[in-house]
T-cell receptor, first 114, second 114 residues
Framework: DAGVTQSPTHLIKTRGQQVTLRCSPK?????VSWYQQALGQGPQFIFQ???????QRGNFPDRFSGHQFPNYSSELNVNALLLGDSALYLC?????????????FGPGTRLTVL | AQSVAQPEDQVNVAEGNPLTVKCTYS??????LFWYVQYPNRGLQFLLK????DNLVKGSYGFEAEFNKSQTSFHLKKPSALVSDSALYFC????????????WGLGTSLAVNP
């Protein structure tokens, strides 16, 4: 049973560039959430996708956008990168029908913006 | 505002000694409570959750957590710490209702010394 996978593992970009991060949910899961974790901080909720639509969003600017595909995998796009976007980006999958919203996390993508 | 507090940035304990990582929350109603662990350069791993019932919840790797409704706390415990338990621990709370977002603490770094 494959867990949550994310690619790439590491990424280095420069200010102003755009980046796309990818996530495949745990087998059987239909919901994907994205988090940003800055160094020394807890995860900050970016948004959640279900049925290919953004269902909830945290306090992030429109530069952060996403997509969910019919196979439930998801992408996180960040435009006009800022130095402050450097962080570990975590993807978590869950089942929309799970009342407890237990989330399974991938290993993350470490984004460095220079 | 709803929040989760982990009052200790770091906890140090000798191997073989009991450990406690504290978590308190400010959320209306009876929320669902979670503990996650994060090893260096890894994603978050689920440890345990409290939904209802017995106040003492047992989880992975010998960890347990005690729910105290009157003190709105959900402290993580282990009777005998291992060096391999050294990691970052996060407490998370899901308030009841249609909002499925988790509210996260800032994390506590646990160092178990040999």
């Amino acid at each position: 049973d494959a867990g949550v996978t994310q690619s790439p593992t590491h990424l280095i970009k420069t200010r102003g560039q755009q980046v796309t991060l990818r996530c495949s949910p745990k087998s059987g899961h239909d919901t994907v959430s994205w988090y940003q974790q800055a160094l020394g901080q807890g995860p900050q909720f970016i948004f959640q996708y279900y049925e290919e639509e953004e269902r909830q969003r945290g306090n992030f600017p429109d530069r952060f956008s996403g997509h969910q595909f019919p196979n439930y995998s998801s992408e996180l796009n960040v435009n006009a990168l800022l130095l402050g976007d450097s962080a570990l980006y975590l993807c978590a999958s869950s089942l929309i029908g799970d009342p407890y919203n237990e989330q399974f996390f991938g290993p993350g993508t470490r984004l460095t913006v220079l | 505002a709803q929040s989760v507090a982990q009052p200790e940035d770091q906890v140090n304990v000798a191997e073989g000694n009991p450990l406690t990582v504290k978590c308190t929350y400010s959320v209306s109603g009876n929320p669902y409570l979670f503990w996650y662990v994060q090893y260096p350069n890894r994603g978050l791993q689920f440890l345990l959750k409290y939904i209802t019932g017995d106040n003492l919840v047992k989880g992975s790797y010998g960890f347990e957590a005690e729910f105290n409704k009157s003190q709105t706390s959900f402290h993580l415990k282990k009777p005998s710490a291992l060096v391999s338990d050294s990691a970052l621990y996060f407490c998370a709370v899901r308030p009841l209702g249609n909002n499925r977002k988790l509210i996260w603490g800032l994390g506590t770094s646990l160092a178990v010394n040999p």
